[in-house]
């Protein structure tokens, strides 16, 4: 088997895996508990928070448990309009953004909120121009990821920051999702993001936790209400298992970060310049420093993107059309719609995504069997 889907989650490392077991099984007691087992189980809450945030440079107290990304980005999004709408009520995302921030500003808009869509260049990167003319008085939120899902775009957070260094009244978003392993950290929160988005699970972590970045003194509305956790901020039982695993993926990830990024590159280059050698393939994503090392999209002329990933499925290699959460919609990547690619392009679009786990003799066998899917598609490709 050949797993190359890895931008939609990853194979947990079998130290967090461990993490989890053990804390599951003898750190079991609520951390709202009064009595000793939740005052241990608090302890390694805490101490999981300090972990996360000295990886990250910032403090405990901007770190913020949630259920993932998509949780994350909802709070992010809704929170901020929820808390500053007295002060404007116009915000600013990408128009390649995932669902999670895309839908969360739609359904914004029932509300009598503005959205501004900022437009993306034919790599995918934002046009820094076009958002700073769509900036008003009123702007609340301006919402970029930091590493696109789809074709692996690495969006200029810095220059983004700089954009907006004077107006301090601007909330700035970022979804790091994709961020973890694939940039320097530094470069993802700078001194100027105010929230960022993150998910365990795409860095070798557990599905179903992640947190919130927030940046110390800014304020946010809640989505849940209740218990009081998190600083009363987040209501609900703290998944800590999952969250001691999640640090200790964290860290595994971050202290060969160097190291794994330049066997991912150096993958990500062979397929890339492979690929290119065929006619009939489009190559959407690239490989200079503006894309991610782990992600390479590309569609076969006239083949639509399922049924590319269904002929590798045969073989045990698995791949994803676009991102997994509208892969089974069959819709086109958003993405390359934004980039101006025609829809009959987009529809081939299929996305290989590399972690370190991988290696050059699952890159040779997939171009060997790439190469026999190919030859196959030769009538449509007319």
Same mark, same amino acid.
């Given at each position: 088997?050949?797993?190359?889907?890895?931008?939609?989650?990853?194979?947990?490392?079998?130290?967090?895996?461990?993490?989890?077991?053990?804390?599951?099984?003898?750190?079991?007691?609520?951390?709202?508990?009064?009595?000793?087992?939740?005052?241990?189980?608090?302890?390694?809450?805490?101490?999981?928070?300090?972990?996360?945030?000295?990886?990250?440079?910032?403090?405990?107290?901007?770190?913020?448990?949630?259920?993932?990304?998509?949780?994350?980005?909802?709070?992010?999004?809704?929170?901020?309009?929820?808390?500053?709408?007295?002060?404007?009520?116009?915000?600013?995302?990408?128009?390649?953004?995932?669902?999670?921030?895309?839908?969360?500003?739609?359904?914004?808009?029932?509300?009598?909120?503005?959205?501004?869509?900022?437009?993306?260049?034919?790599?995918?990167?934002?046009?820094?121009?076009?958002?700073?003319?769509?900036?008003?008085?009123?702007?609340?939120?301006?919402?970029?990821?930091?590493?696109?899902?789809?074709?692996?775009?690495?969006?200029?957070?810095?220059?983004?920051?700089?954009?907006? &260094?004077?107006?301090?009244?601007? *909330?700035?978003?970022? +979804?790091?999702? %994709?961020? /973890?392993?694939? @940039?320097? #950290?530094? !470069? =993802?929160?700078?001194?100027?993001?105010?929230?960022?988005?993150?998910?365990?699970?795409?860095?070798?972590?557990?599905?179903?936790?992640?947190?919130?970045?927030?940046?110390?003194?800014?304020?946010?509305?809640?989505?849940?209400?209740?218990?009081?956790?998190?600083?009363?901020?987040?209501?609900?039982?703290?998944?800590?298992?999952?969250?001691?695993?999640? &640090?200790?993926?964290?860290?595994? *990830?971050?202290?060969? +970060?160097?190291? %794994?990024? /330049?066997?991912? @590159?150096? #993958?990500? !280059? =062979?397929?890339?310049?492979?690929?290119?050698?065929?006619?009939?393939?489009?190559?959407?994503?690239?490989?200079?420093?503006?894309?991610?090392?782990?992600?390479?999209?590309?569609?076969?002329?006239?083949?639509?993107?399922?049924?590319?990933?269904?002929?590798?499925?045969?073989?045990?290699?698995?791949?994803?059309?676009?991102?997994?959460?509208?892969?089974? &919609?069959?819709?086109?990547?958003? *993405?390359?719609?934004?980039?101006?690619?025609?829809?009959?392009?987009?529809?081939?679009?299929?996305?290989?995504?590399?972690?370190?786990?991988?290696?050059?003799?699952?890159?040779?066998?997939?171009?060997?069997?790439?190469?026999?899917?190919?030859?196959?598609?030769?009538?449509?490709?007319?």
């Amino acid at each position: 088997m050949i797993y190359f889907d890895n931008a939609a989650t990853t194979q947990p490392y079998p130290e967090a895996m461990a993490t989890y077991q053990q804390v599951a099984t003898k750190i079991f007691g609520n951390p709202s508990s009064l009595h000793g087992l939740g005052g241990q189980a608090t302890r390694l809450l805490e101490a999981s928070r300090r972990q996360i945030a000295e990886l990250l440079g910032c403090l405990p107290e901007e770190i913020f448990f949630t259920s993932g990304g998509t949780e994350s980005d909802n709070w992010a999004i809704k929170g901020t309009a929820l808390e500053k709408s007295s002060f404007g009520k116009h915000l600013i995302v990408s128009s390649v953004e995932h669902p999670a921030v895309r839908t969360s500003a739609k359904w914004l808009e029932t509300l009598g909120f503005e959205v501004s869509y900022a437009p993306v260049d034919k790599a995918g990167l934002i046009d820094l121009p076009a958002l700073s003319a769509l900036i008003r008085p009123d702007t609340i939120l301006v919402s970029v990821m930091a590493v696109n899902n789809e074709i692996g775009a690495i969006q200029p957070i810095s220059a983004i920051s700089d954009l907006l &260094a004077d107006k301090p009244g601007i *909330t700035f978003h970022v +979804d790091a999702v %994709q961020a /973890v392993g694939k @940039r320097d #950290m530094a !470069d =993802v929160l700078t001194d100027r993001v105010d929230l960022a988005s993150f998910s365990s699970h795409k860095f070798r972590g557990l599905r179903g936790v992640g947190w919130l970045y927030k940046k110390s003194g800014k304020r946010i509305a809640p989505l849940l209400t209740g218990g009081g956790q998190e600083s009363d901020l987040r209501s609900t039982t703290e998944n800590l298992p999952a969250i001691a695993a999640t &640090a200790k993926a964290l860290r595994l *990830t971050l202290e060969n +970060d160097h190291d %794994q990024r /330049v066997k991912v @590159r150096a #993958m990500r !280059d =062979v397929l890339h310049k492979a690929l290119s050698q065929f006619e009939d393939v489009r190559l959407f994503s690239g490989t200079d420093e503006w894309f991610s090392p782990s992600i390479i999209t590309f569609g076969i002329k006239g083949v639509r993107g399922e049924v590319t990933v269904h002929a590798f499925e045969e073989h045990e290699i698995y791949l994803s059309t676009t991102s997994a959460c509208s892969s089974k &919609a069959g819709q086109p990547a958003g *993405t390359l719609i934004a980039m101006g690619v025609p829809v009959r392009d987009a529809q081939t679009a299929v996305r290989i995504s590399l972690d370190a786990h991988n290696d050059m003799g699952q890159v040779e066998q997939f171009l060997t069997i790439f190469k026999q899917i190919y030859d196959k598609t030769e009538k449509v490709r007319r």
